[in-house]
């Protein structure tokens, strides 16, 4: 058996941060990751300014990894369109290279980074726990950092609906539809969901859905399928597919709680993080940074020894406002009759996009960034002083 301090299960985002800022803070750990090598995940990969501030701080530069700028959002449904330019810098950036780069940092920095091991199980051993490996391997630890993203781990309860599904597929777009998206991300609302499109590094356009399960029942991982539908869904939506083709061969899918949610537990000297911690509505692109934040938290403070229950109390605080907002905000758009009032209010008046945006945002980032007061660099009064 091998023993480590701290053992992350999970090499995306969540799991890469924690395991960066373990490595800064000169802890002993492994990261066990089950893809072999660099993937797809489904993602809008907008890339908001607290997610570019934890990056920034964990040494990864966005922009020399080829992100573009996103300026403007736009949502529109069959009839109507809303504008408005964003609150805050943010960018678009595949998670292919984006996890990639995070899981590069973390080994670059002297993590032991184990890429195509899959962590089967889980148990708790006294104050430890004790993980078994597909390859065979059994990794004993101190410390536990879970990071498996949507999909659970057996030895640890866990309590979650899964009644959407994400859809992804990267086109590759026509000249006048690359010139129309540059610097905008768009979200369409349709009745059973909505979607995201922007441009990715290269030129390439990622479309990202969030439909009720019996829709992707139906559509499957088929392209052409899942095209009809959208096209049916929202006329604007269809009209930027007609000029766009598919990258891959298959649709990627990955099935998500409806709603936000914020997990309750804590204590045990286990660390959930990212969205085992809490699961934000996507359209509010914020995902990624609970993920980095969550994971840079939960690697404080284990450097720091202040305990799980610390721990887990301030990534409630940390998810809290935004969650429930966005929760609210998801709820509502759900209703055919107050999608289309909302809408309509937020095509004449502007300023209405630009408040929502800045209701869900991550609470201690400000416009350009981080608030100046702060001395630590994540928000204020999120971590309660050390005991
Ligand atoms: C439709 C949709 C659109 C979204 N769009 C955006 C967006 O535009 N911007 C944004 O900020 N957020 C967005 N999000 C949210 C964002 O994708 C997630 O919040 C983020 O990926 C969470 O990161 P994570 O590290 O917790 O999980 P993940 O990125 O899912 O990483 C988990 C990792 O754990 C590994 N793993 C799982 N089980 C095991 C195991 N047993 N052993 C070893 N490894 C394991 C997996 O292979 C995976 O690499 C979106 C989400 C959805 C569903």
């Known amino acids: 058996m091998r023993r480590v301090d701290t053992l992350v299960v999970g090499g995306g985002p969540a799991g890469a941060a ?9 802890c002993d750990t492994i990261l066990v990751e089950r893809s072999g090598g660099p993937h797809h995940k489904v993602c809008g990969e907008f890339l908001s300014v607290e997610t570019l501030t934890y990056l920034r701080r964990l040494g990864v530069d966005a922009m020399t990894l080829g992100a573009v700028p996103v300026e403007t959002v736009s949502i529109c449904t069959d009839d109507r369109v809303a504008s408005a330019s964003l609150p805050f810098h943010a960018l678009s950036l595949s998670r292919y ?3 990639g780069a995070l899981l590069q940092r973390a080994a670059d920095l002297g993590v032991s980074v184990q890429r195509g091991v899959l962590v089967r199980r889980v148990e708790r051993i006294g104050r430890g726990w004790i993980a078994t490996c597909d390859d065979g391997a059994i990794i004993g630890c101190n410390h536990l950092v879970l990071a498996t993203g949507k999909v659970g781990l057996r030895g640890i309860e866990d309590t979650r609906d899964g009644s959407m599904v994400g859809l992804k597929m990267h086109l590759s777009a026509a000249a006048d ?8 991300v768009e979200l369409f609302l349709f009745g059973r969901g909505y979607a995201g499109l922007e441009l990715v590094e290269g030129g390439n356009a ?8 019996d829709v992707a029942r139906s559509v499957g991982t088929d392209w052409n399928r899942l095209r009809t539908f959208l096209a049916i869904a929202n006329d604007r939506l269809g009209m930027r597919l007609s000029r766009a083709e598919p990258m ?6 990955v099935t998500c709680p409806q709603g936000g949610h914020l997990n309750r537990d804590g204590g045990g000297r286990l660390y959930r993080v ?6 934000i509505p996507p359209f509010t692109g914020d995902g990624l940074a609970i993920a980095l934040g969550t994971g840079t938290l939960a ?3 284990i450097a720091e020894d202040r305990g799980a229950a610390d721990y887990a109390e301030a990534a409630r605080r940390l998810g809290r406002r935004p969650v429930r907002l966005a929760g609210l905000v998801s709820r509502l758009m759900a209703r055919p009759a107050v999608r289309r009032m909302m809408i309509g209010a937020a095509s004449r008046i502007p300023a209405l996009t630009a408040t929502a ?4 945002r991550l609470p201690g980032h400000r416009h350009g960034g981080v608030s100046r007061k702060r001395s630590t660099w994540w928000p204020e009064g999120c971590l309660p002083s050390h005991r």
């Open 357 to 360: 945006v800045r209701g869900t």
């Open 299 to 301: 690697a404080t403070c």
């Open 274 to 279: 990212g969205d085992r911690a809490a699961h």
């Open 206 to 213: 990622n479309l990202c859905c969030l439909v009720e399960r």
């Open 177 to 184: 539809l690359r010139h129309e998206l540059a610097g905008r």
């Open 248 to 253: 891959w061969d298959r649709v990627l899918a």
């Open 97 to 99: 290279v984006l996890d």
């Open 18 to 26: 924690a395991a960066c800022e373990l490595a800064l803070r000169d």
